[in-house]
């Protein structure tokens, strides 16, 4: 069985496979942007990977007319040749809103002829908000806050704010025009829906404005919503054809499955479609080890939280705290979930190594498992058994990788 160093040597193999900087030189190679006589070209790099994605583009292309990189607080570093502004993440605060402003001010800029070379990565929907008149930072907030706290899956909360955003949904590509856009496209949504990754400023809504206030009402937070959100979800949408863009996916949750899985003799993907509740995954988990699977059981997805309690804490650390308390007390058996981006949740850990004796070593600590879970508070919990995954941030971001060791499946 793996130890836990190797456990996360196995992990990093997964991040180190979606290298954003990697991704864009390869596909810039493959395909240049070409630009014809007298044409500028703009690039502009947003997401949790967007500056190492610049660097990459910069370091092949013609000297752009503009330069914007928009990513995290832990990403953001000086870039020579860009502007790096930082934002909020997961939930849009007012750096992000004058960087919403900022890439609006270059893209009015734009002419016929001239070439957008736009950059997505994970974590762009919090990250440039430009919320539609009459909704203000505040609210989008608030919004963020409701569909992060419900258990709604990344499609479904993308969906939604696209409705809320001018530059969601393809609105990039109308405030570029008449310019042409090329995307490269890091994915952090299991299944690769385009429309999902960054709420989509370079491809078509995921919904329509009529399934968006369904789906609202079906998840019980129409209600719920700032009166201006309801507003904005009530008026009738833009339905002039969206300009085109040329998409291109450079890197995926799979892609890095499969880098792990040639990297580890024994190993083999179980499911790369990890999704839903975290108990159901942390049940699906179980099952694998009991039904005896493979020595080394992959799984890469995104799986979602309810919040009940007050506690700190995210999705990978609930999951893998799940995880531990259904075979609490069993040995042969050590299990890890971890965010790629190197952050789970608001909180310094990826995610969390846990094993048979973990929930012992909490009650050691003096405090209560269940009591934790309950408030969603696996930080604390996690940290006490010093089970914690920290790896600091990585630079990218698809999604969630997890890996379950199996000393013996007979024993289960």
Known sequence: MLNRAQMTKLF?????????????????????????????????????????????????????????????YENATPLEGARVMAAGHPVPDENGLQAGLAVQKMLARTRAGDRVLVLVSGGGSALMPAPVPGLSLADKAQVNDLLLGAGLDIVAMNAVRQHLSRMKGGGLLRMAAPAQVHALILSDVIGDDLRAIASGPTVAPIATRDEVRALLATSGLWDRLPLAARAALGRAPDTSPLPHAENRLIGSNRMSLDAMARGCDGAAIVSDALTGDVGDAAAQIVAILRDGGPQVALFGGETTVRLQGTGRGGRNQELALRVASALDGIAGWRFLSGGTDGRDGPTDAAGAVVDGA?????????????????????????????????????GTNVADLQILCIDDARAF
């Open 12 to 72: 990093t193999t997964g991040v180190a496979a979606a290298n954003p900087h990697a991704a864009v030189h390869d596909a810039l190679c493959d395909a240049p942007v070409q630009l014809p006589d007298g044409g500028r070209l703009y690039v502009l790099a947003v997401g949790k990977a967007a500056r190492a994605m610049m660097q990459a583009a910069l370091a092949q292309l013609p000297v752009p007319h503009a330069a914007l990189v928009i990513t995290n």
């Open 358 to 394: 973990t929930l012992a070593r909490i009650r050691a600590a003096g405090a209560d498992p269940a009591a934790l879970l309950a408030n969603n508070d696996s930080y604390r919990a996690l940290d006490l058994a010093g089970d914690l995954l920290i790896t600091g941030a990585t």
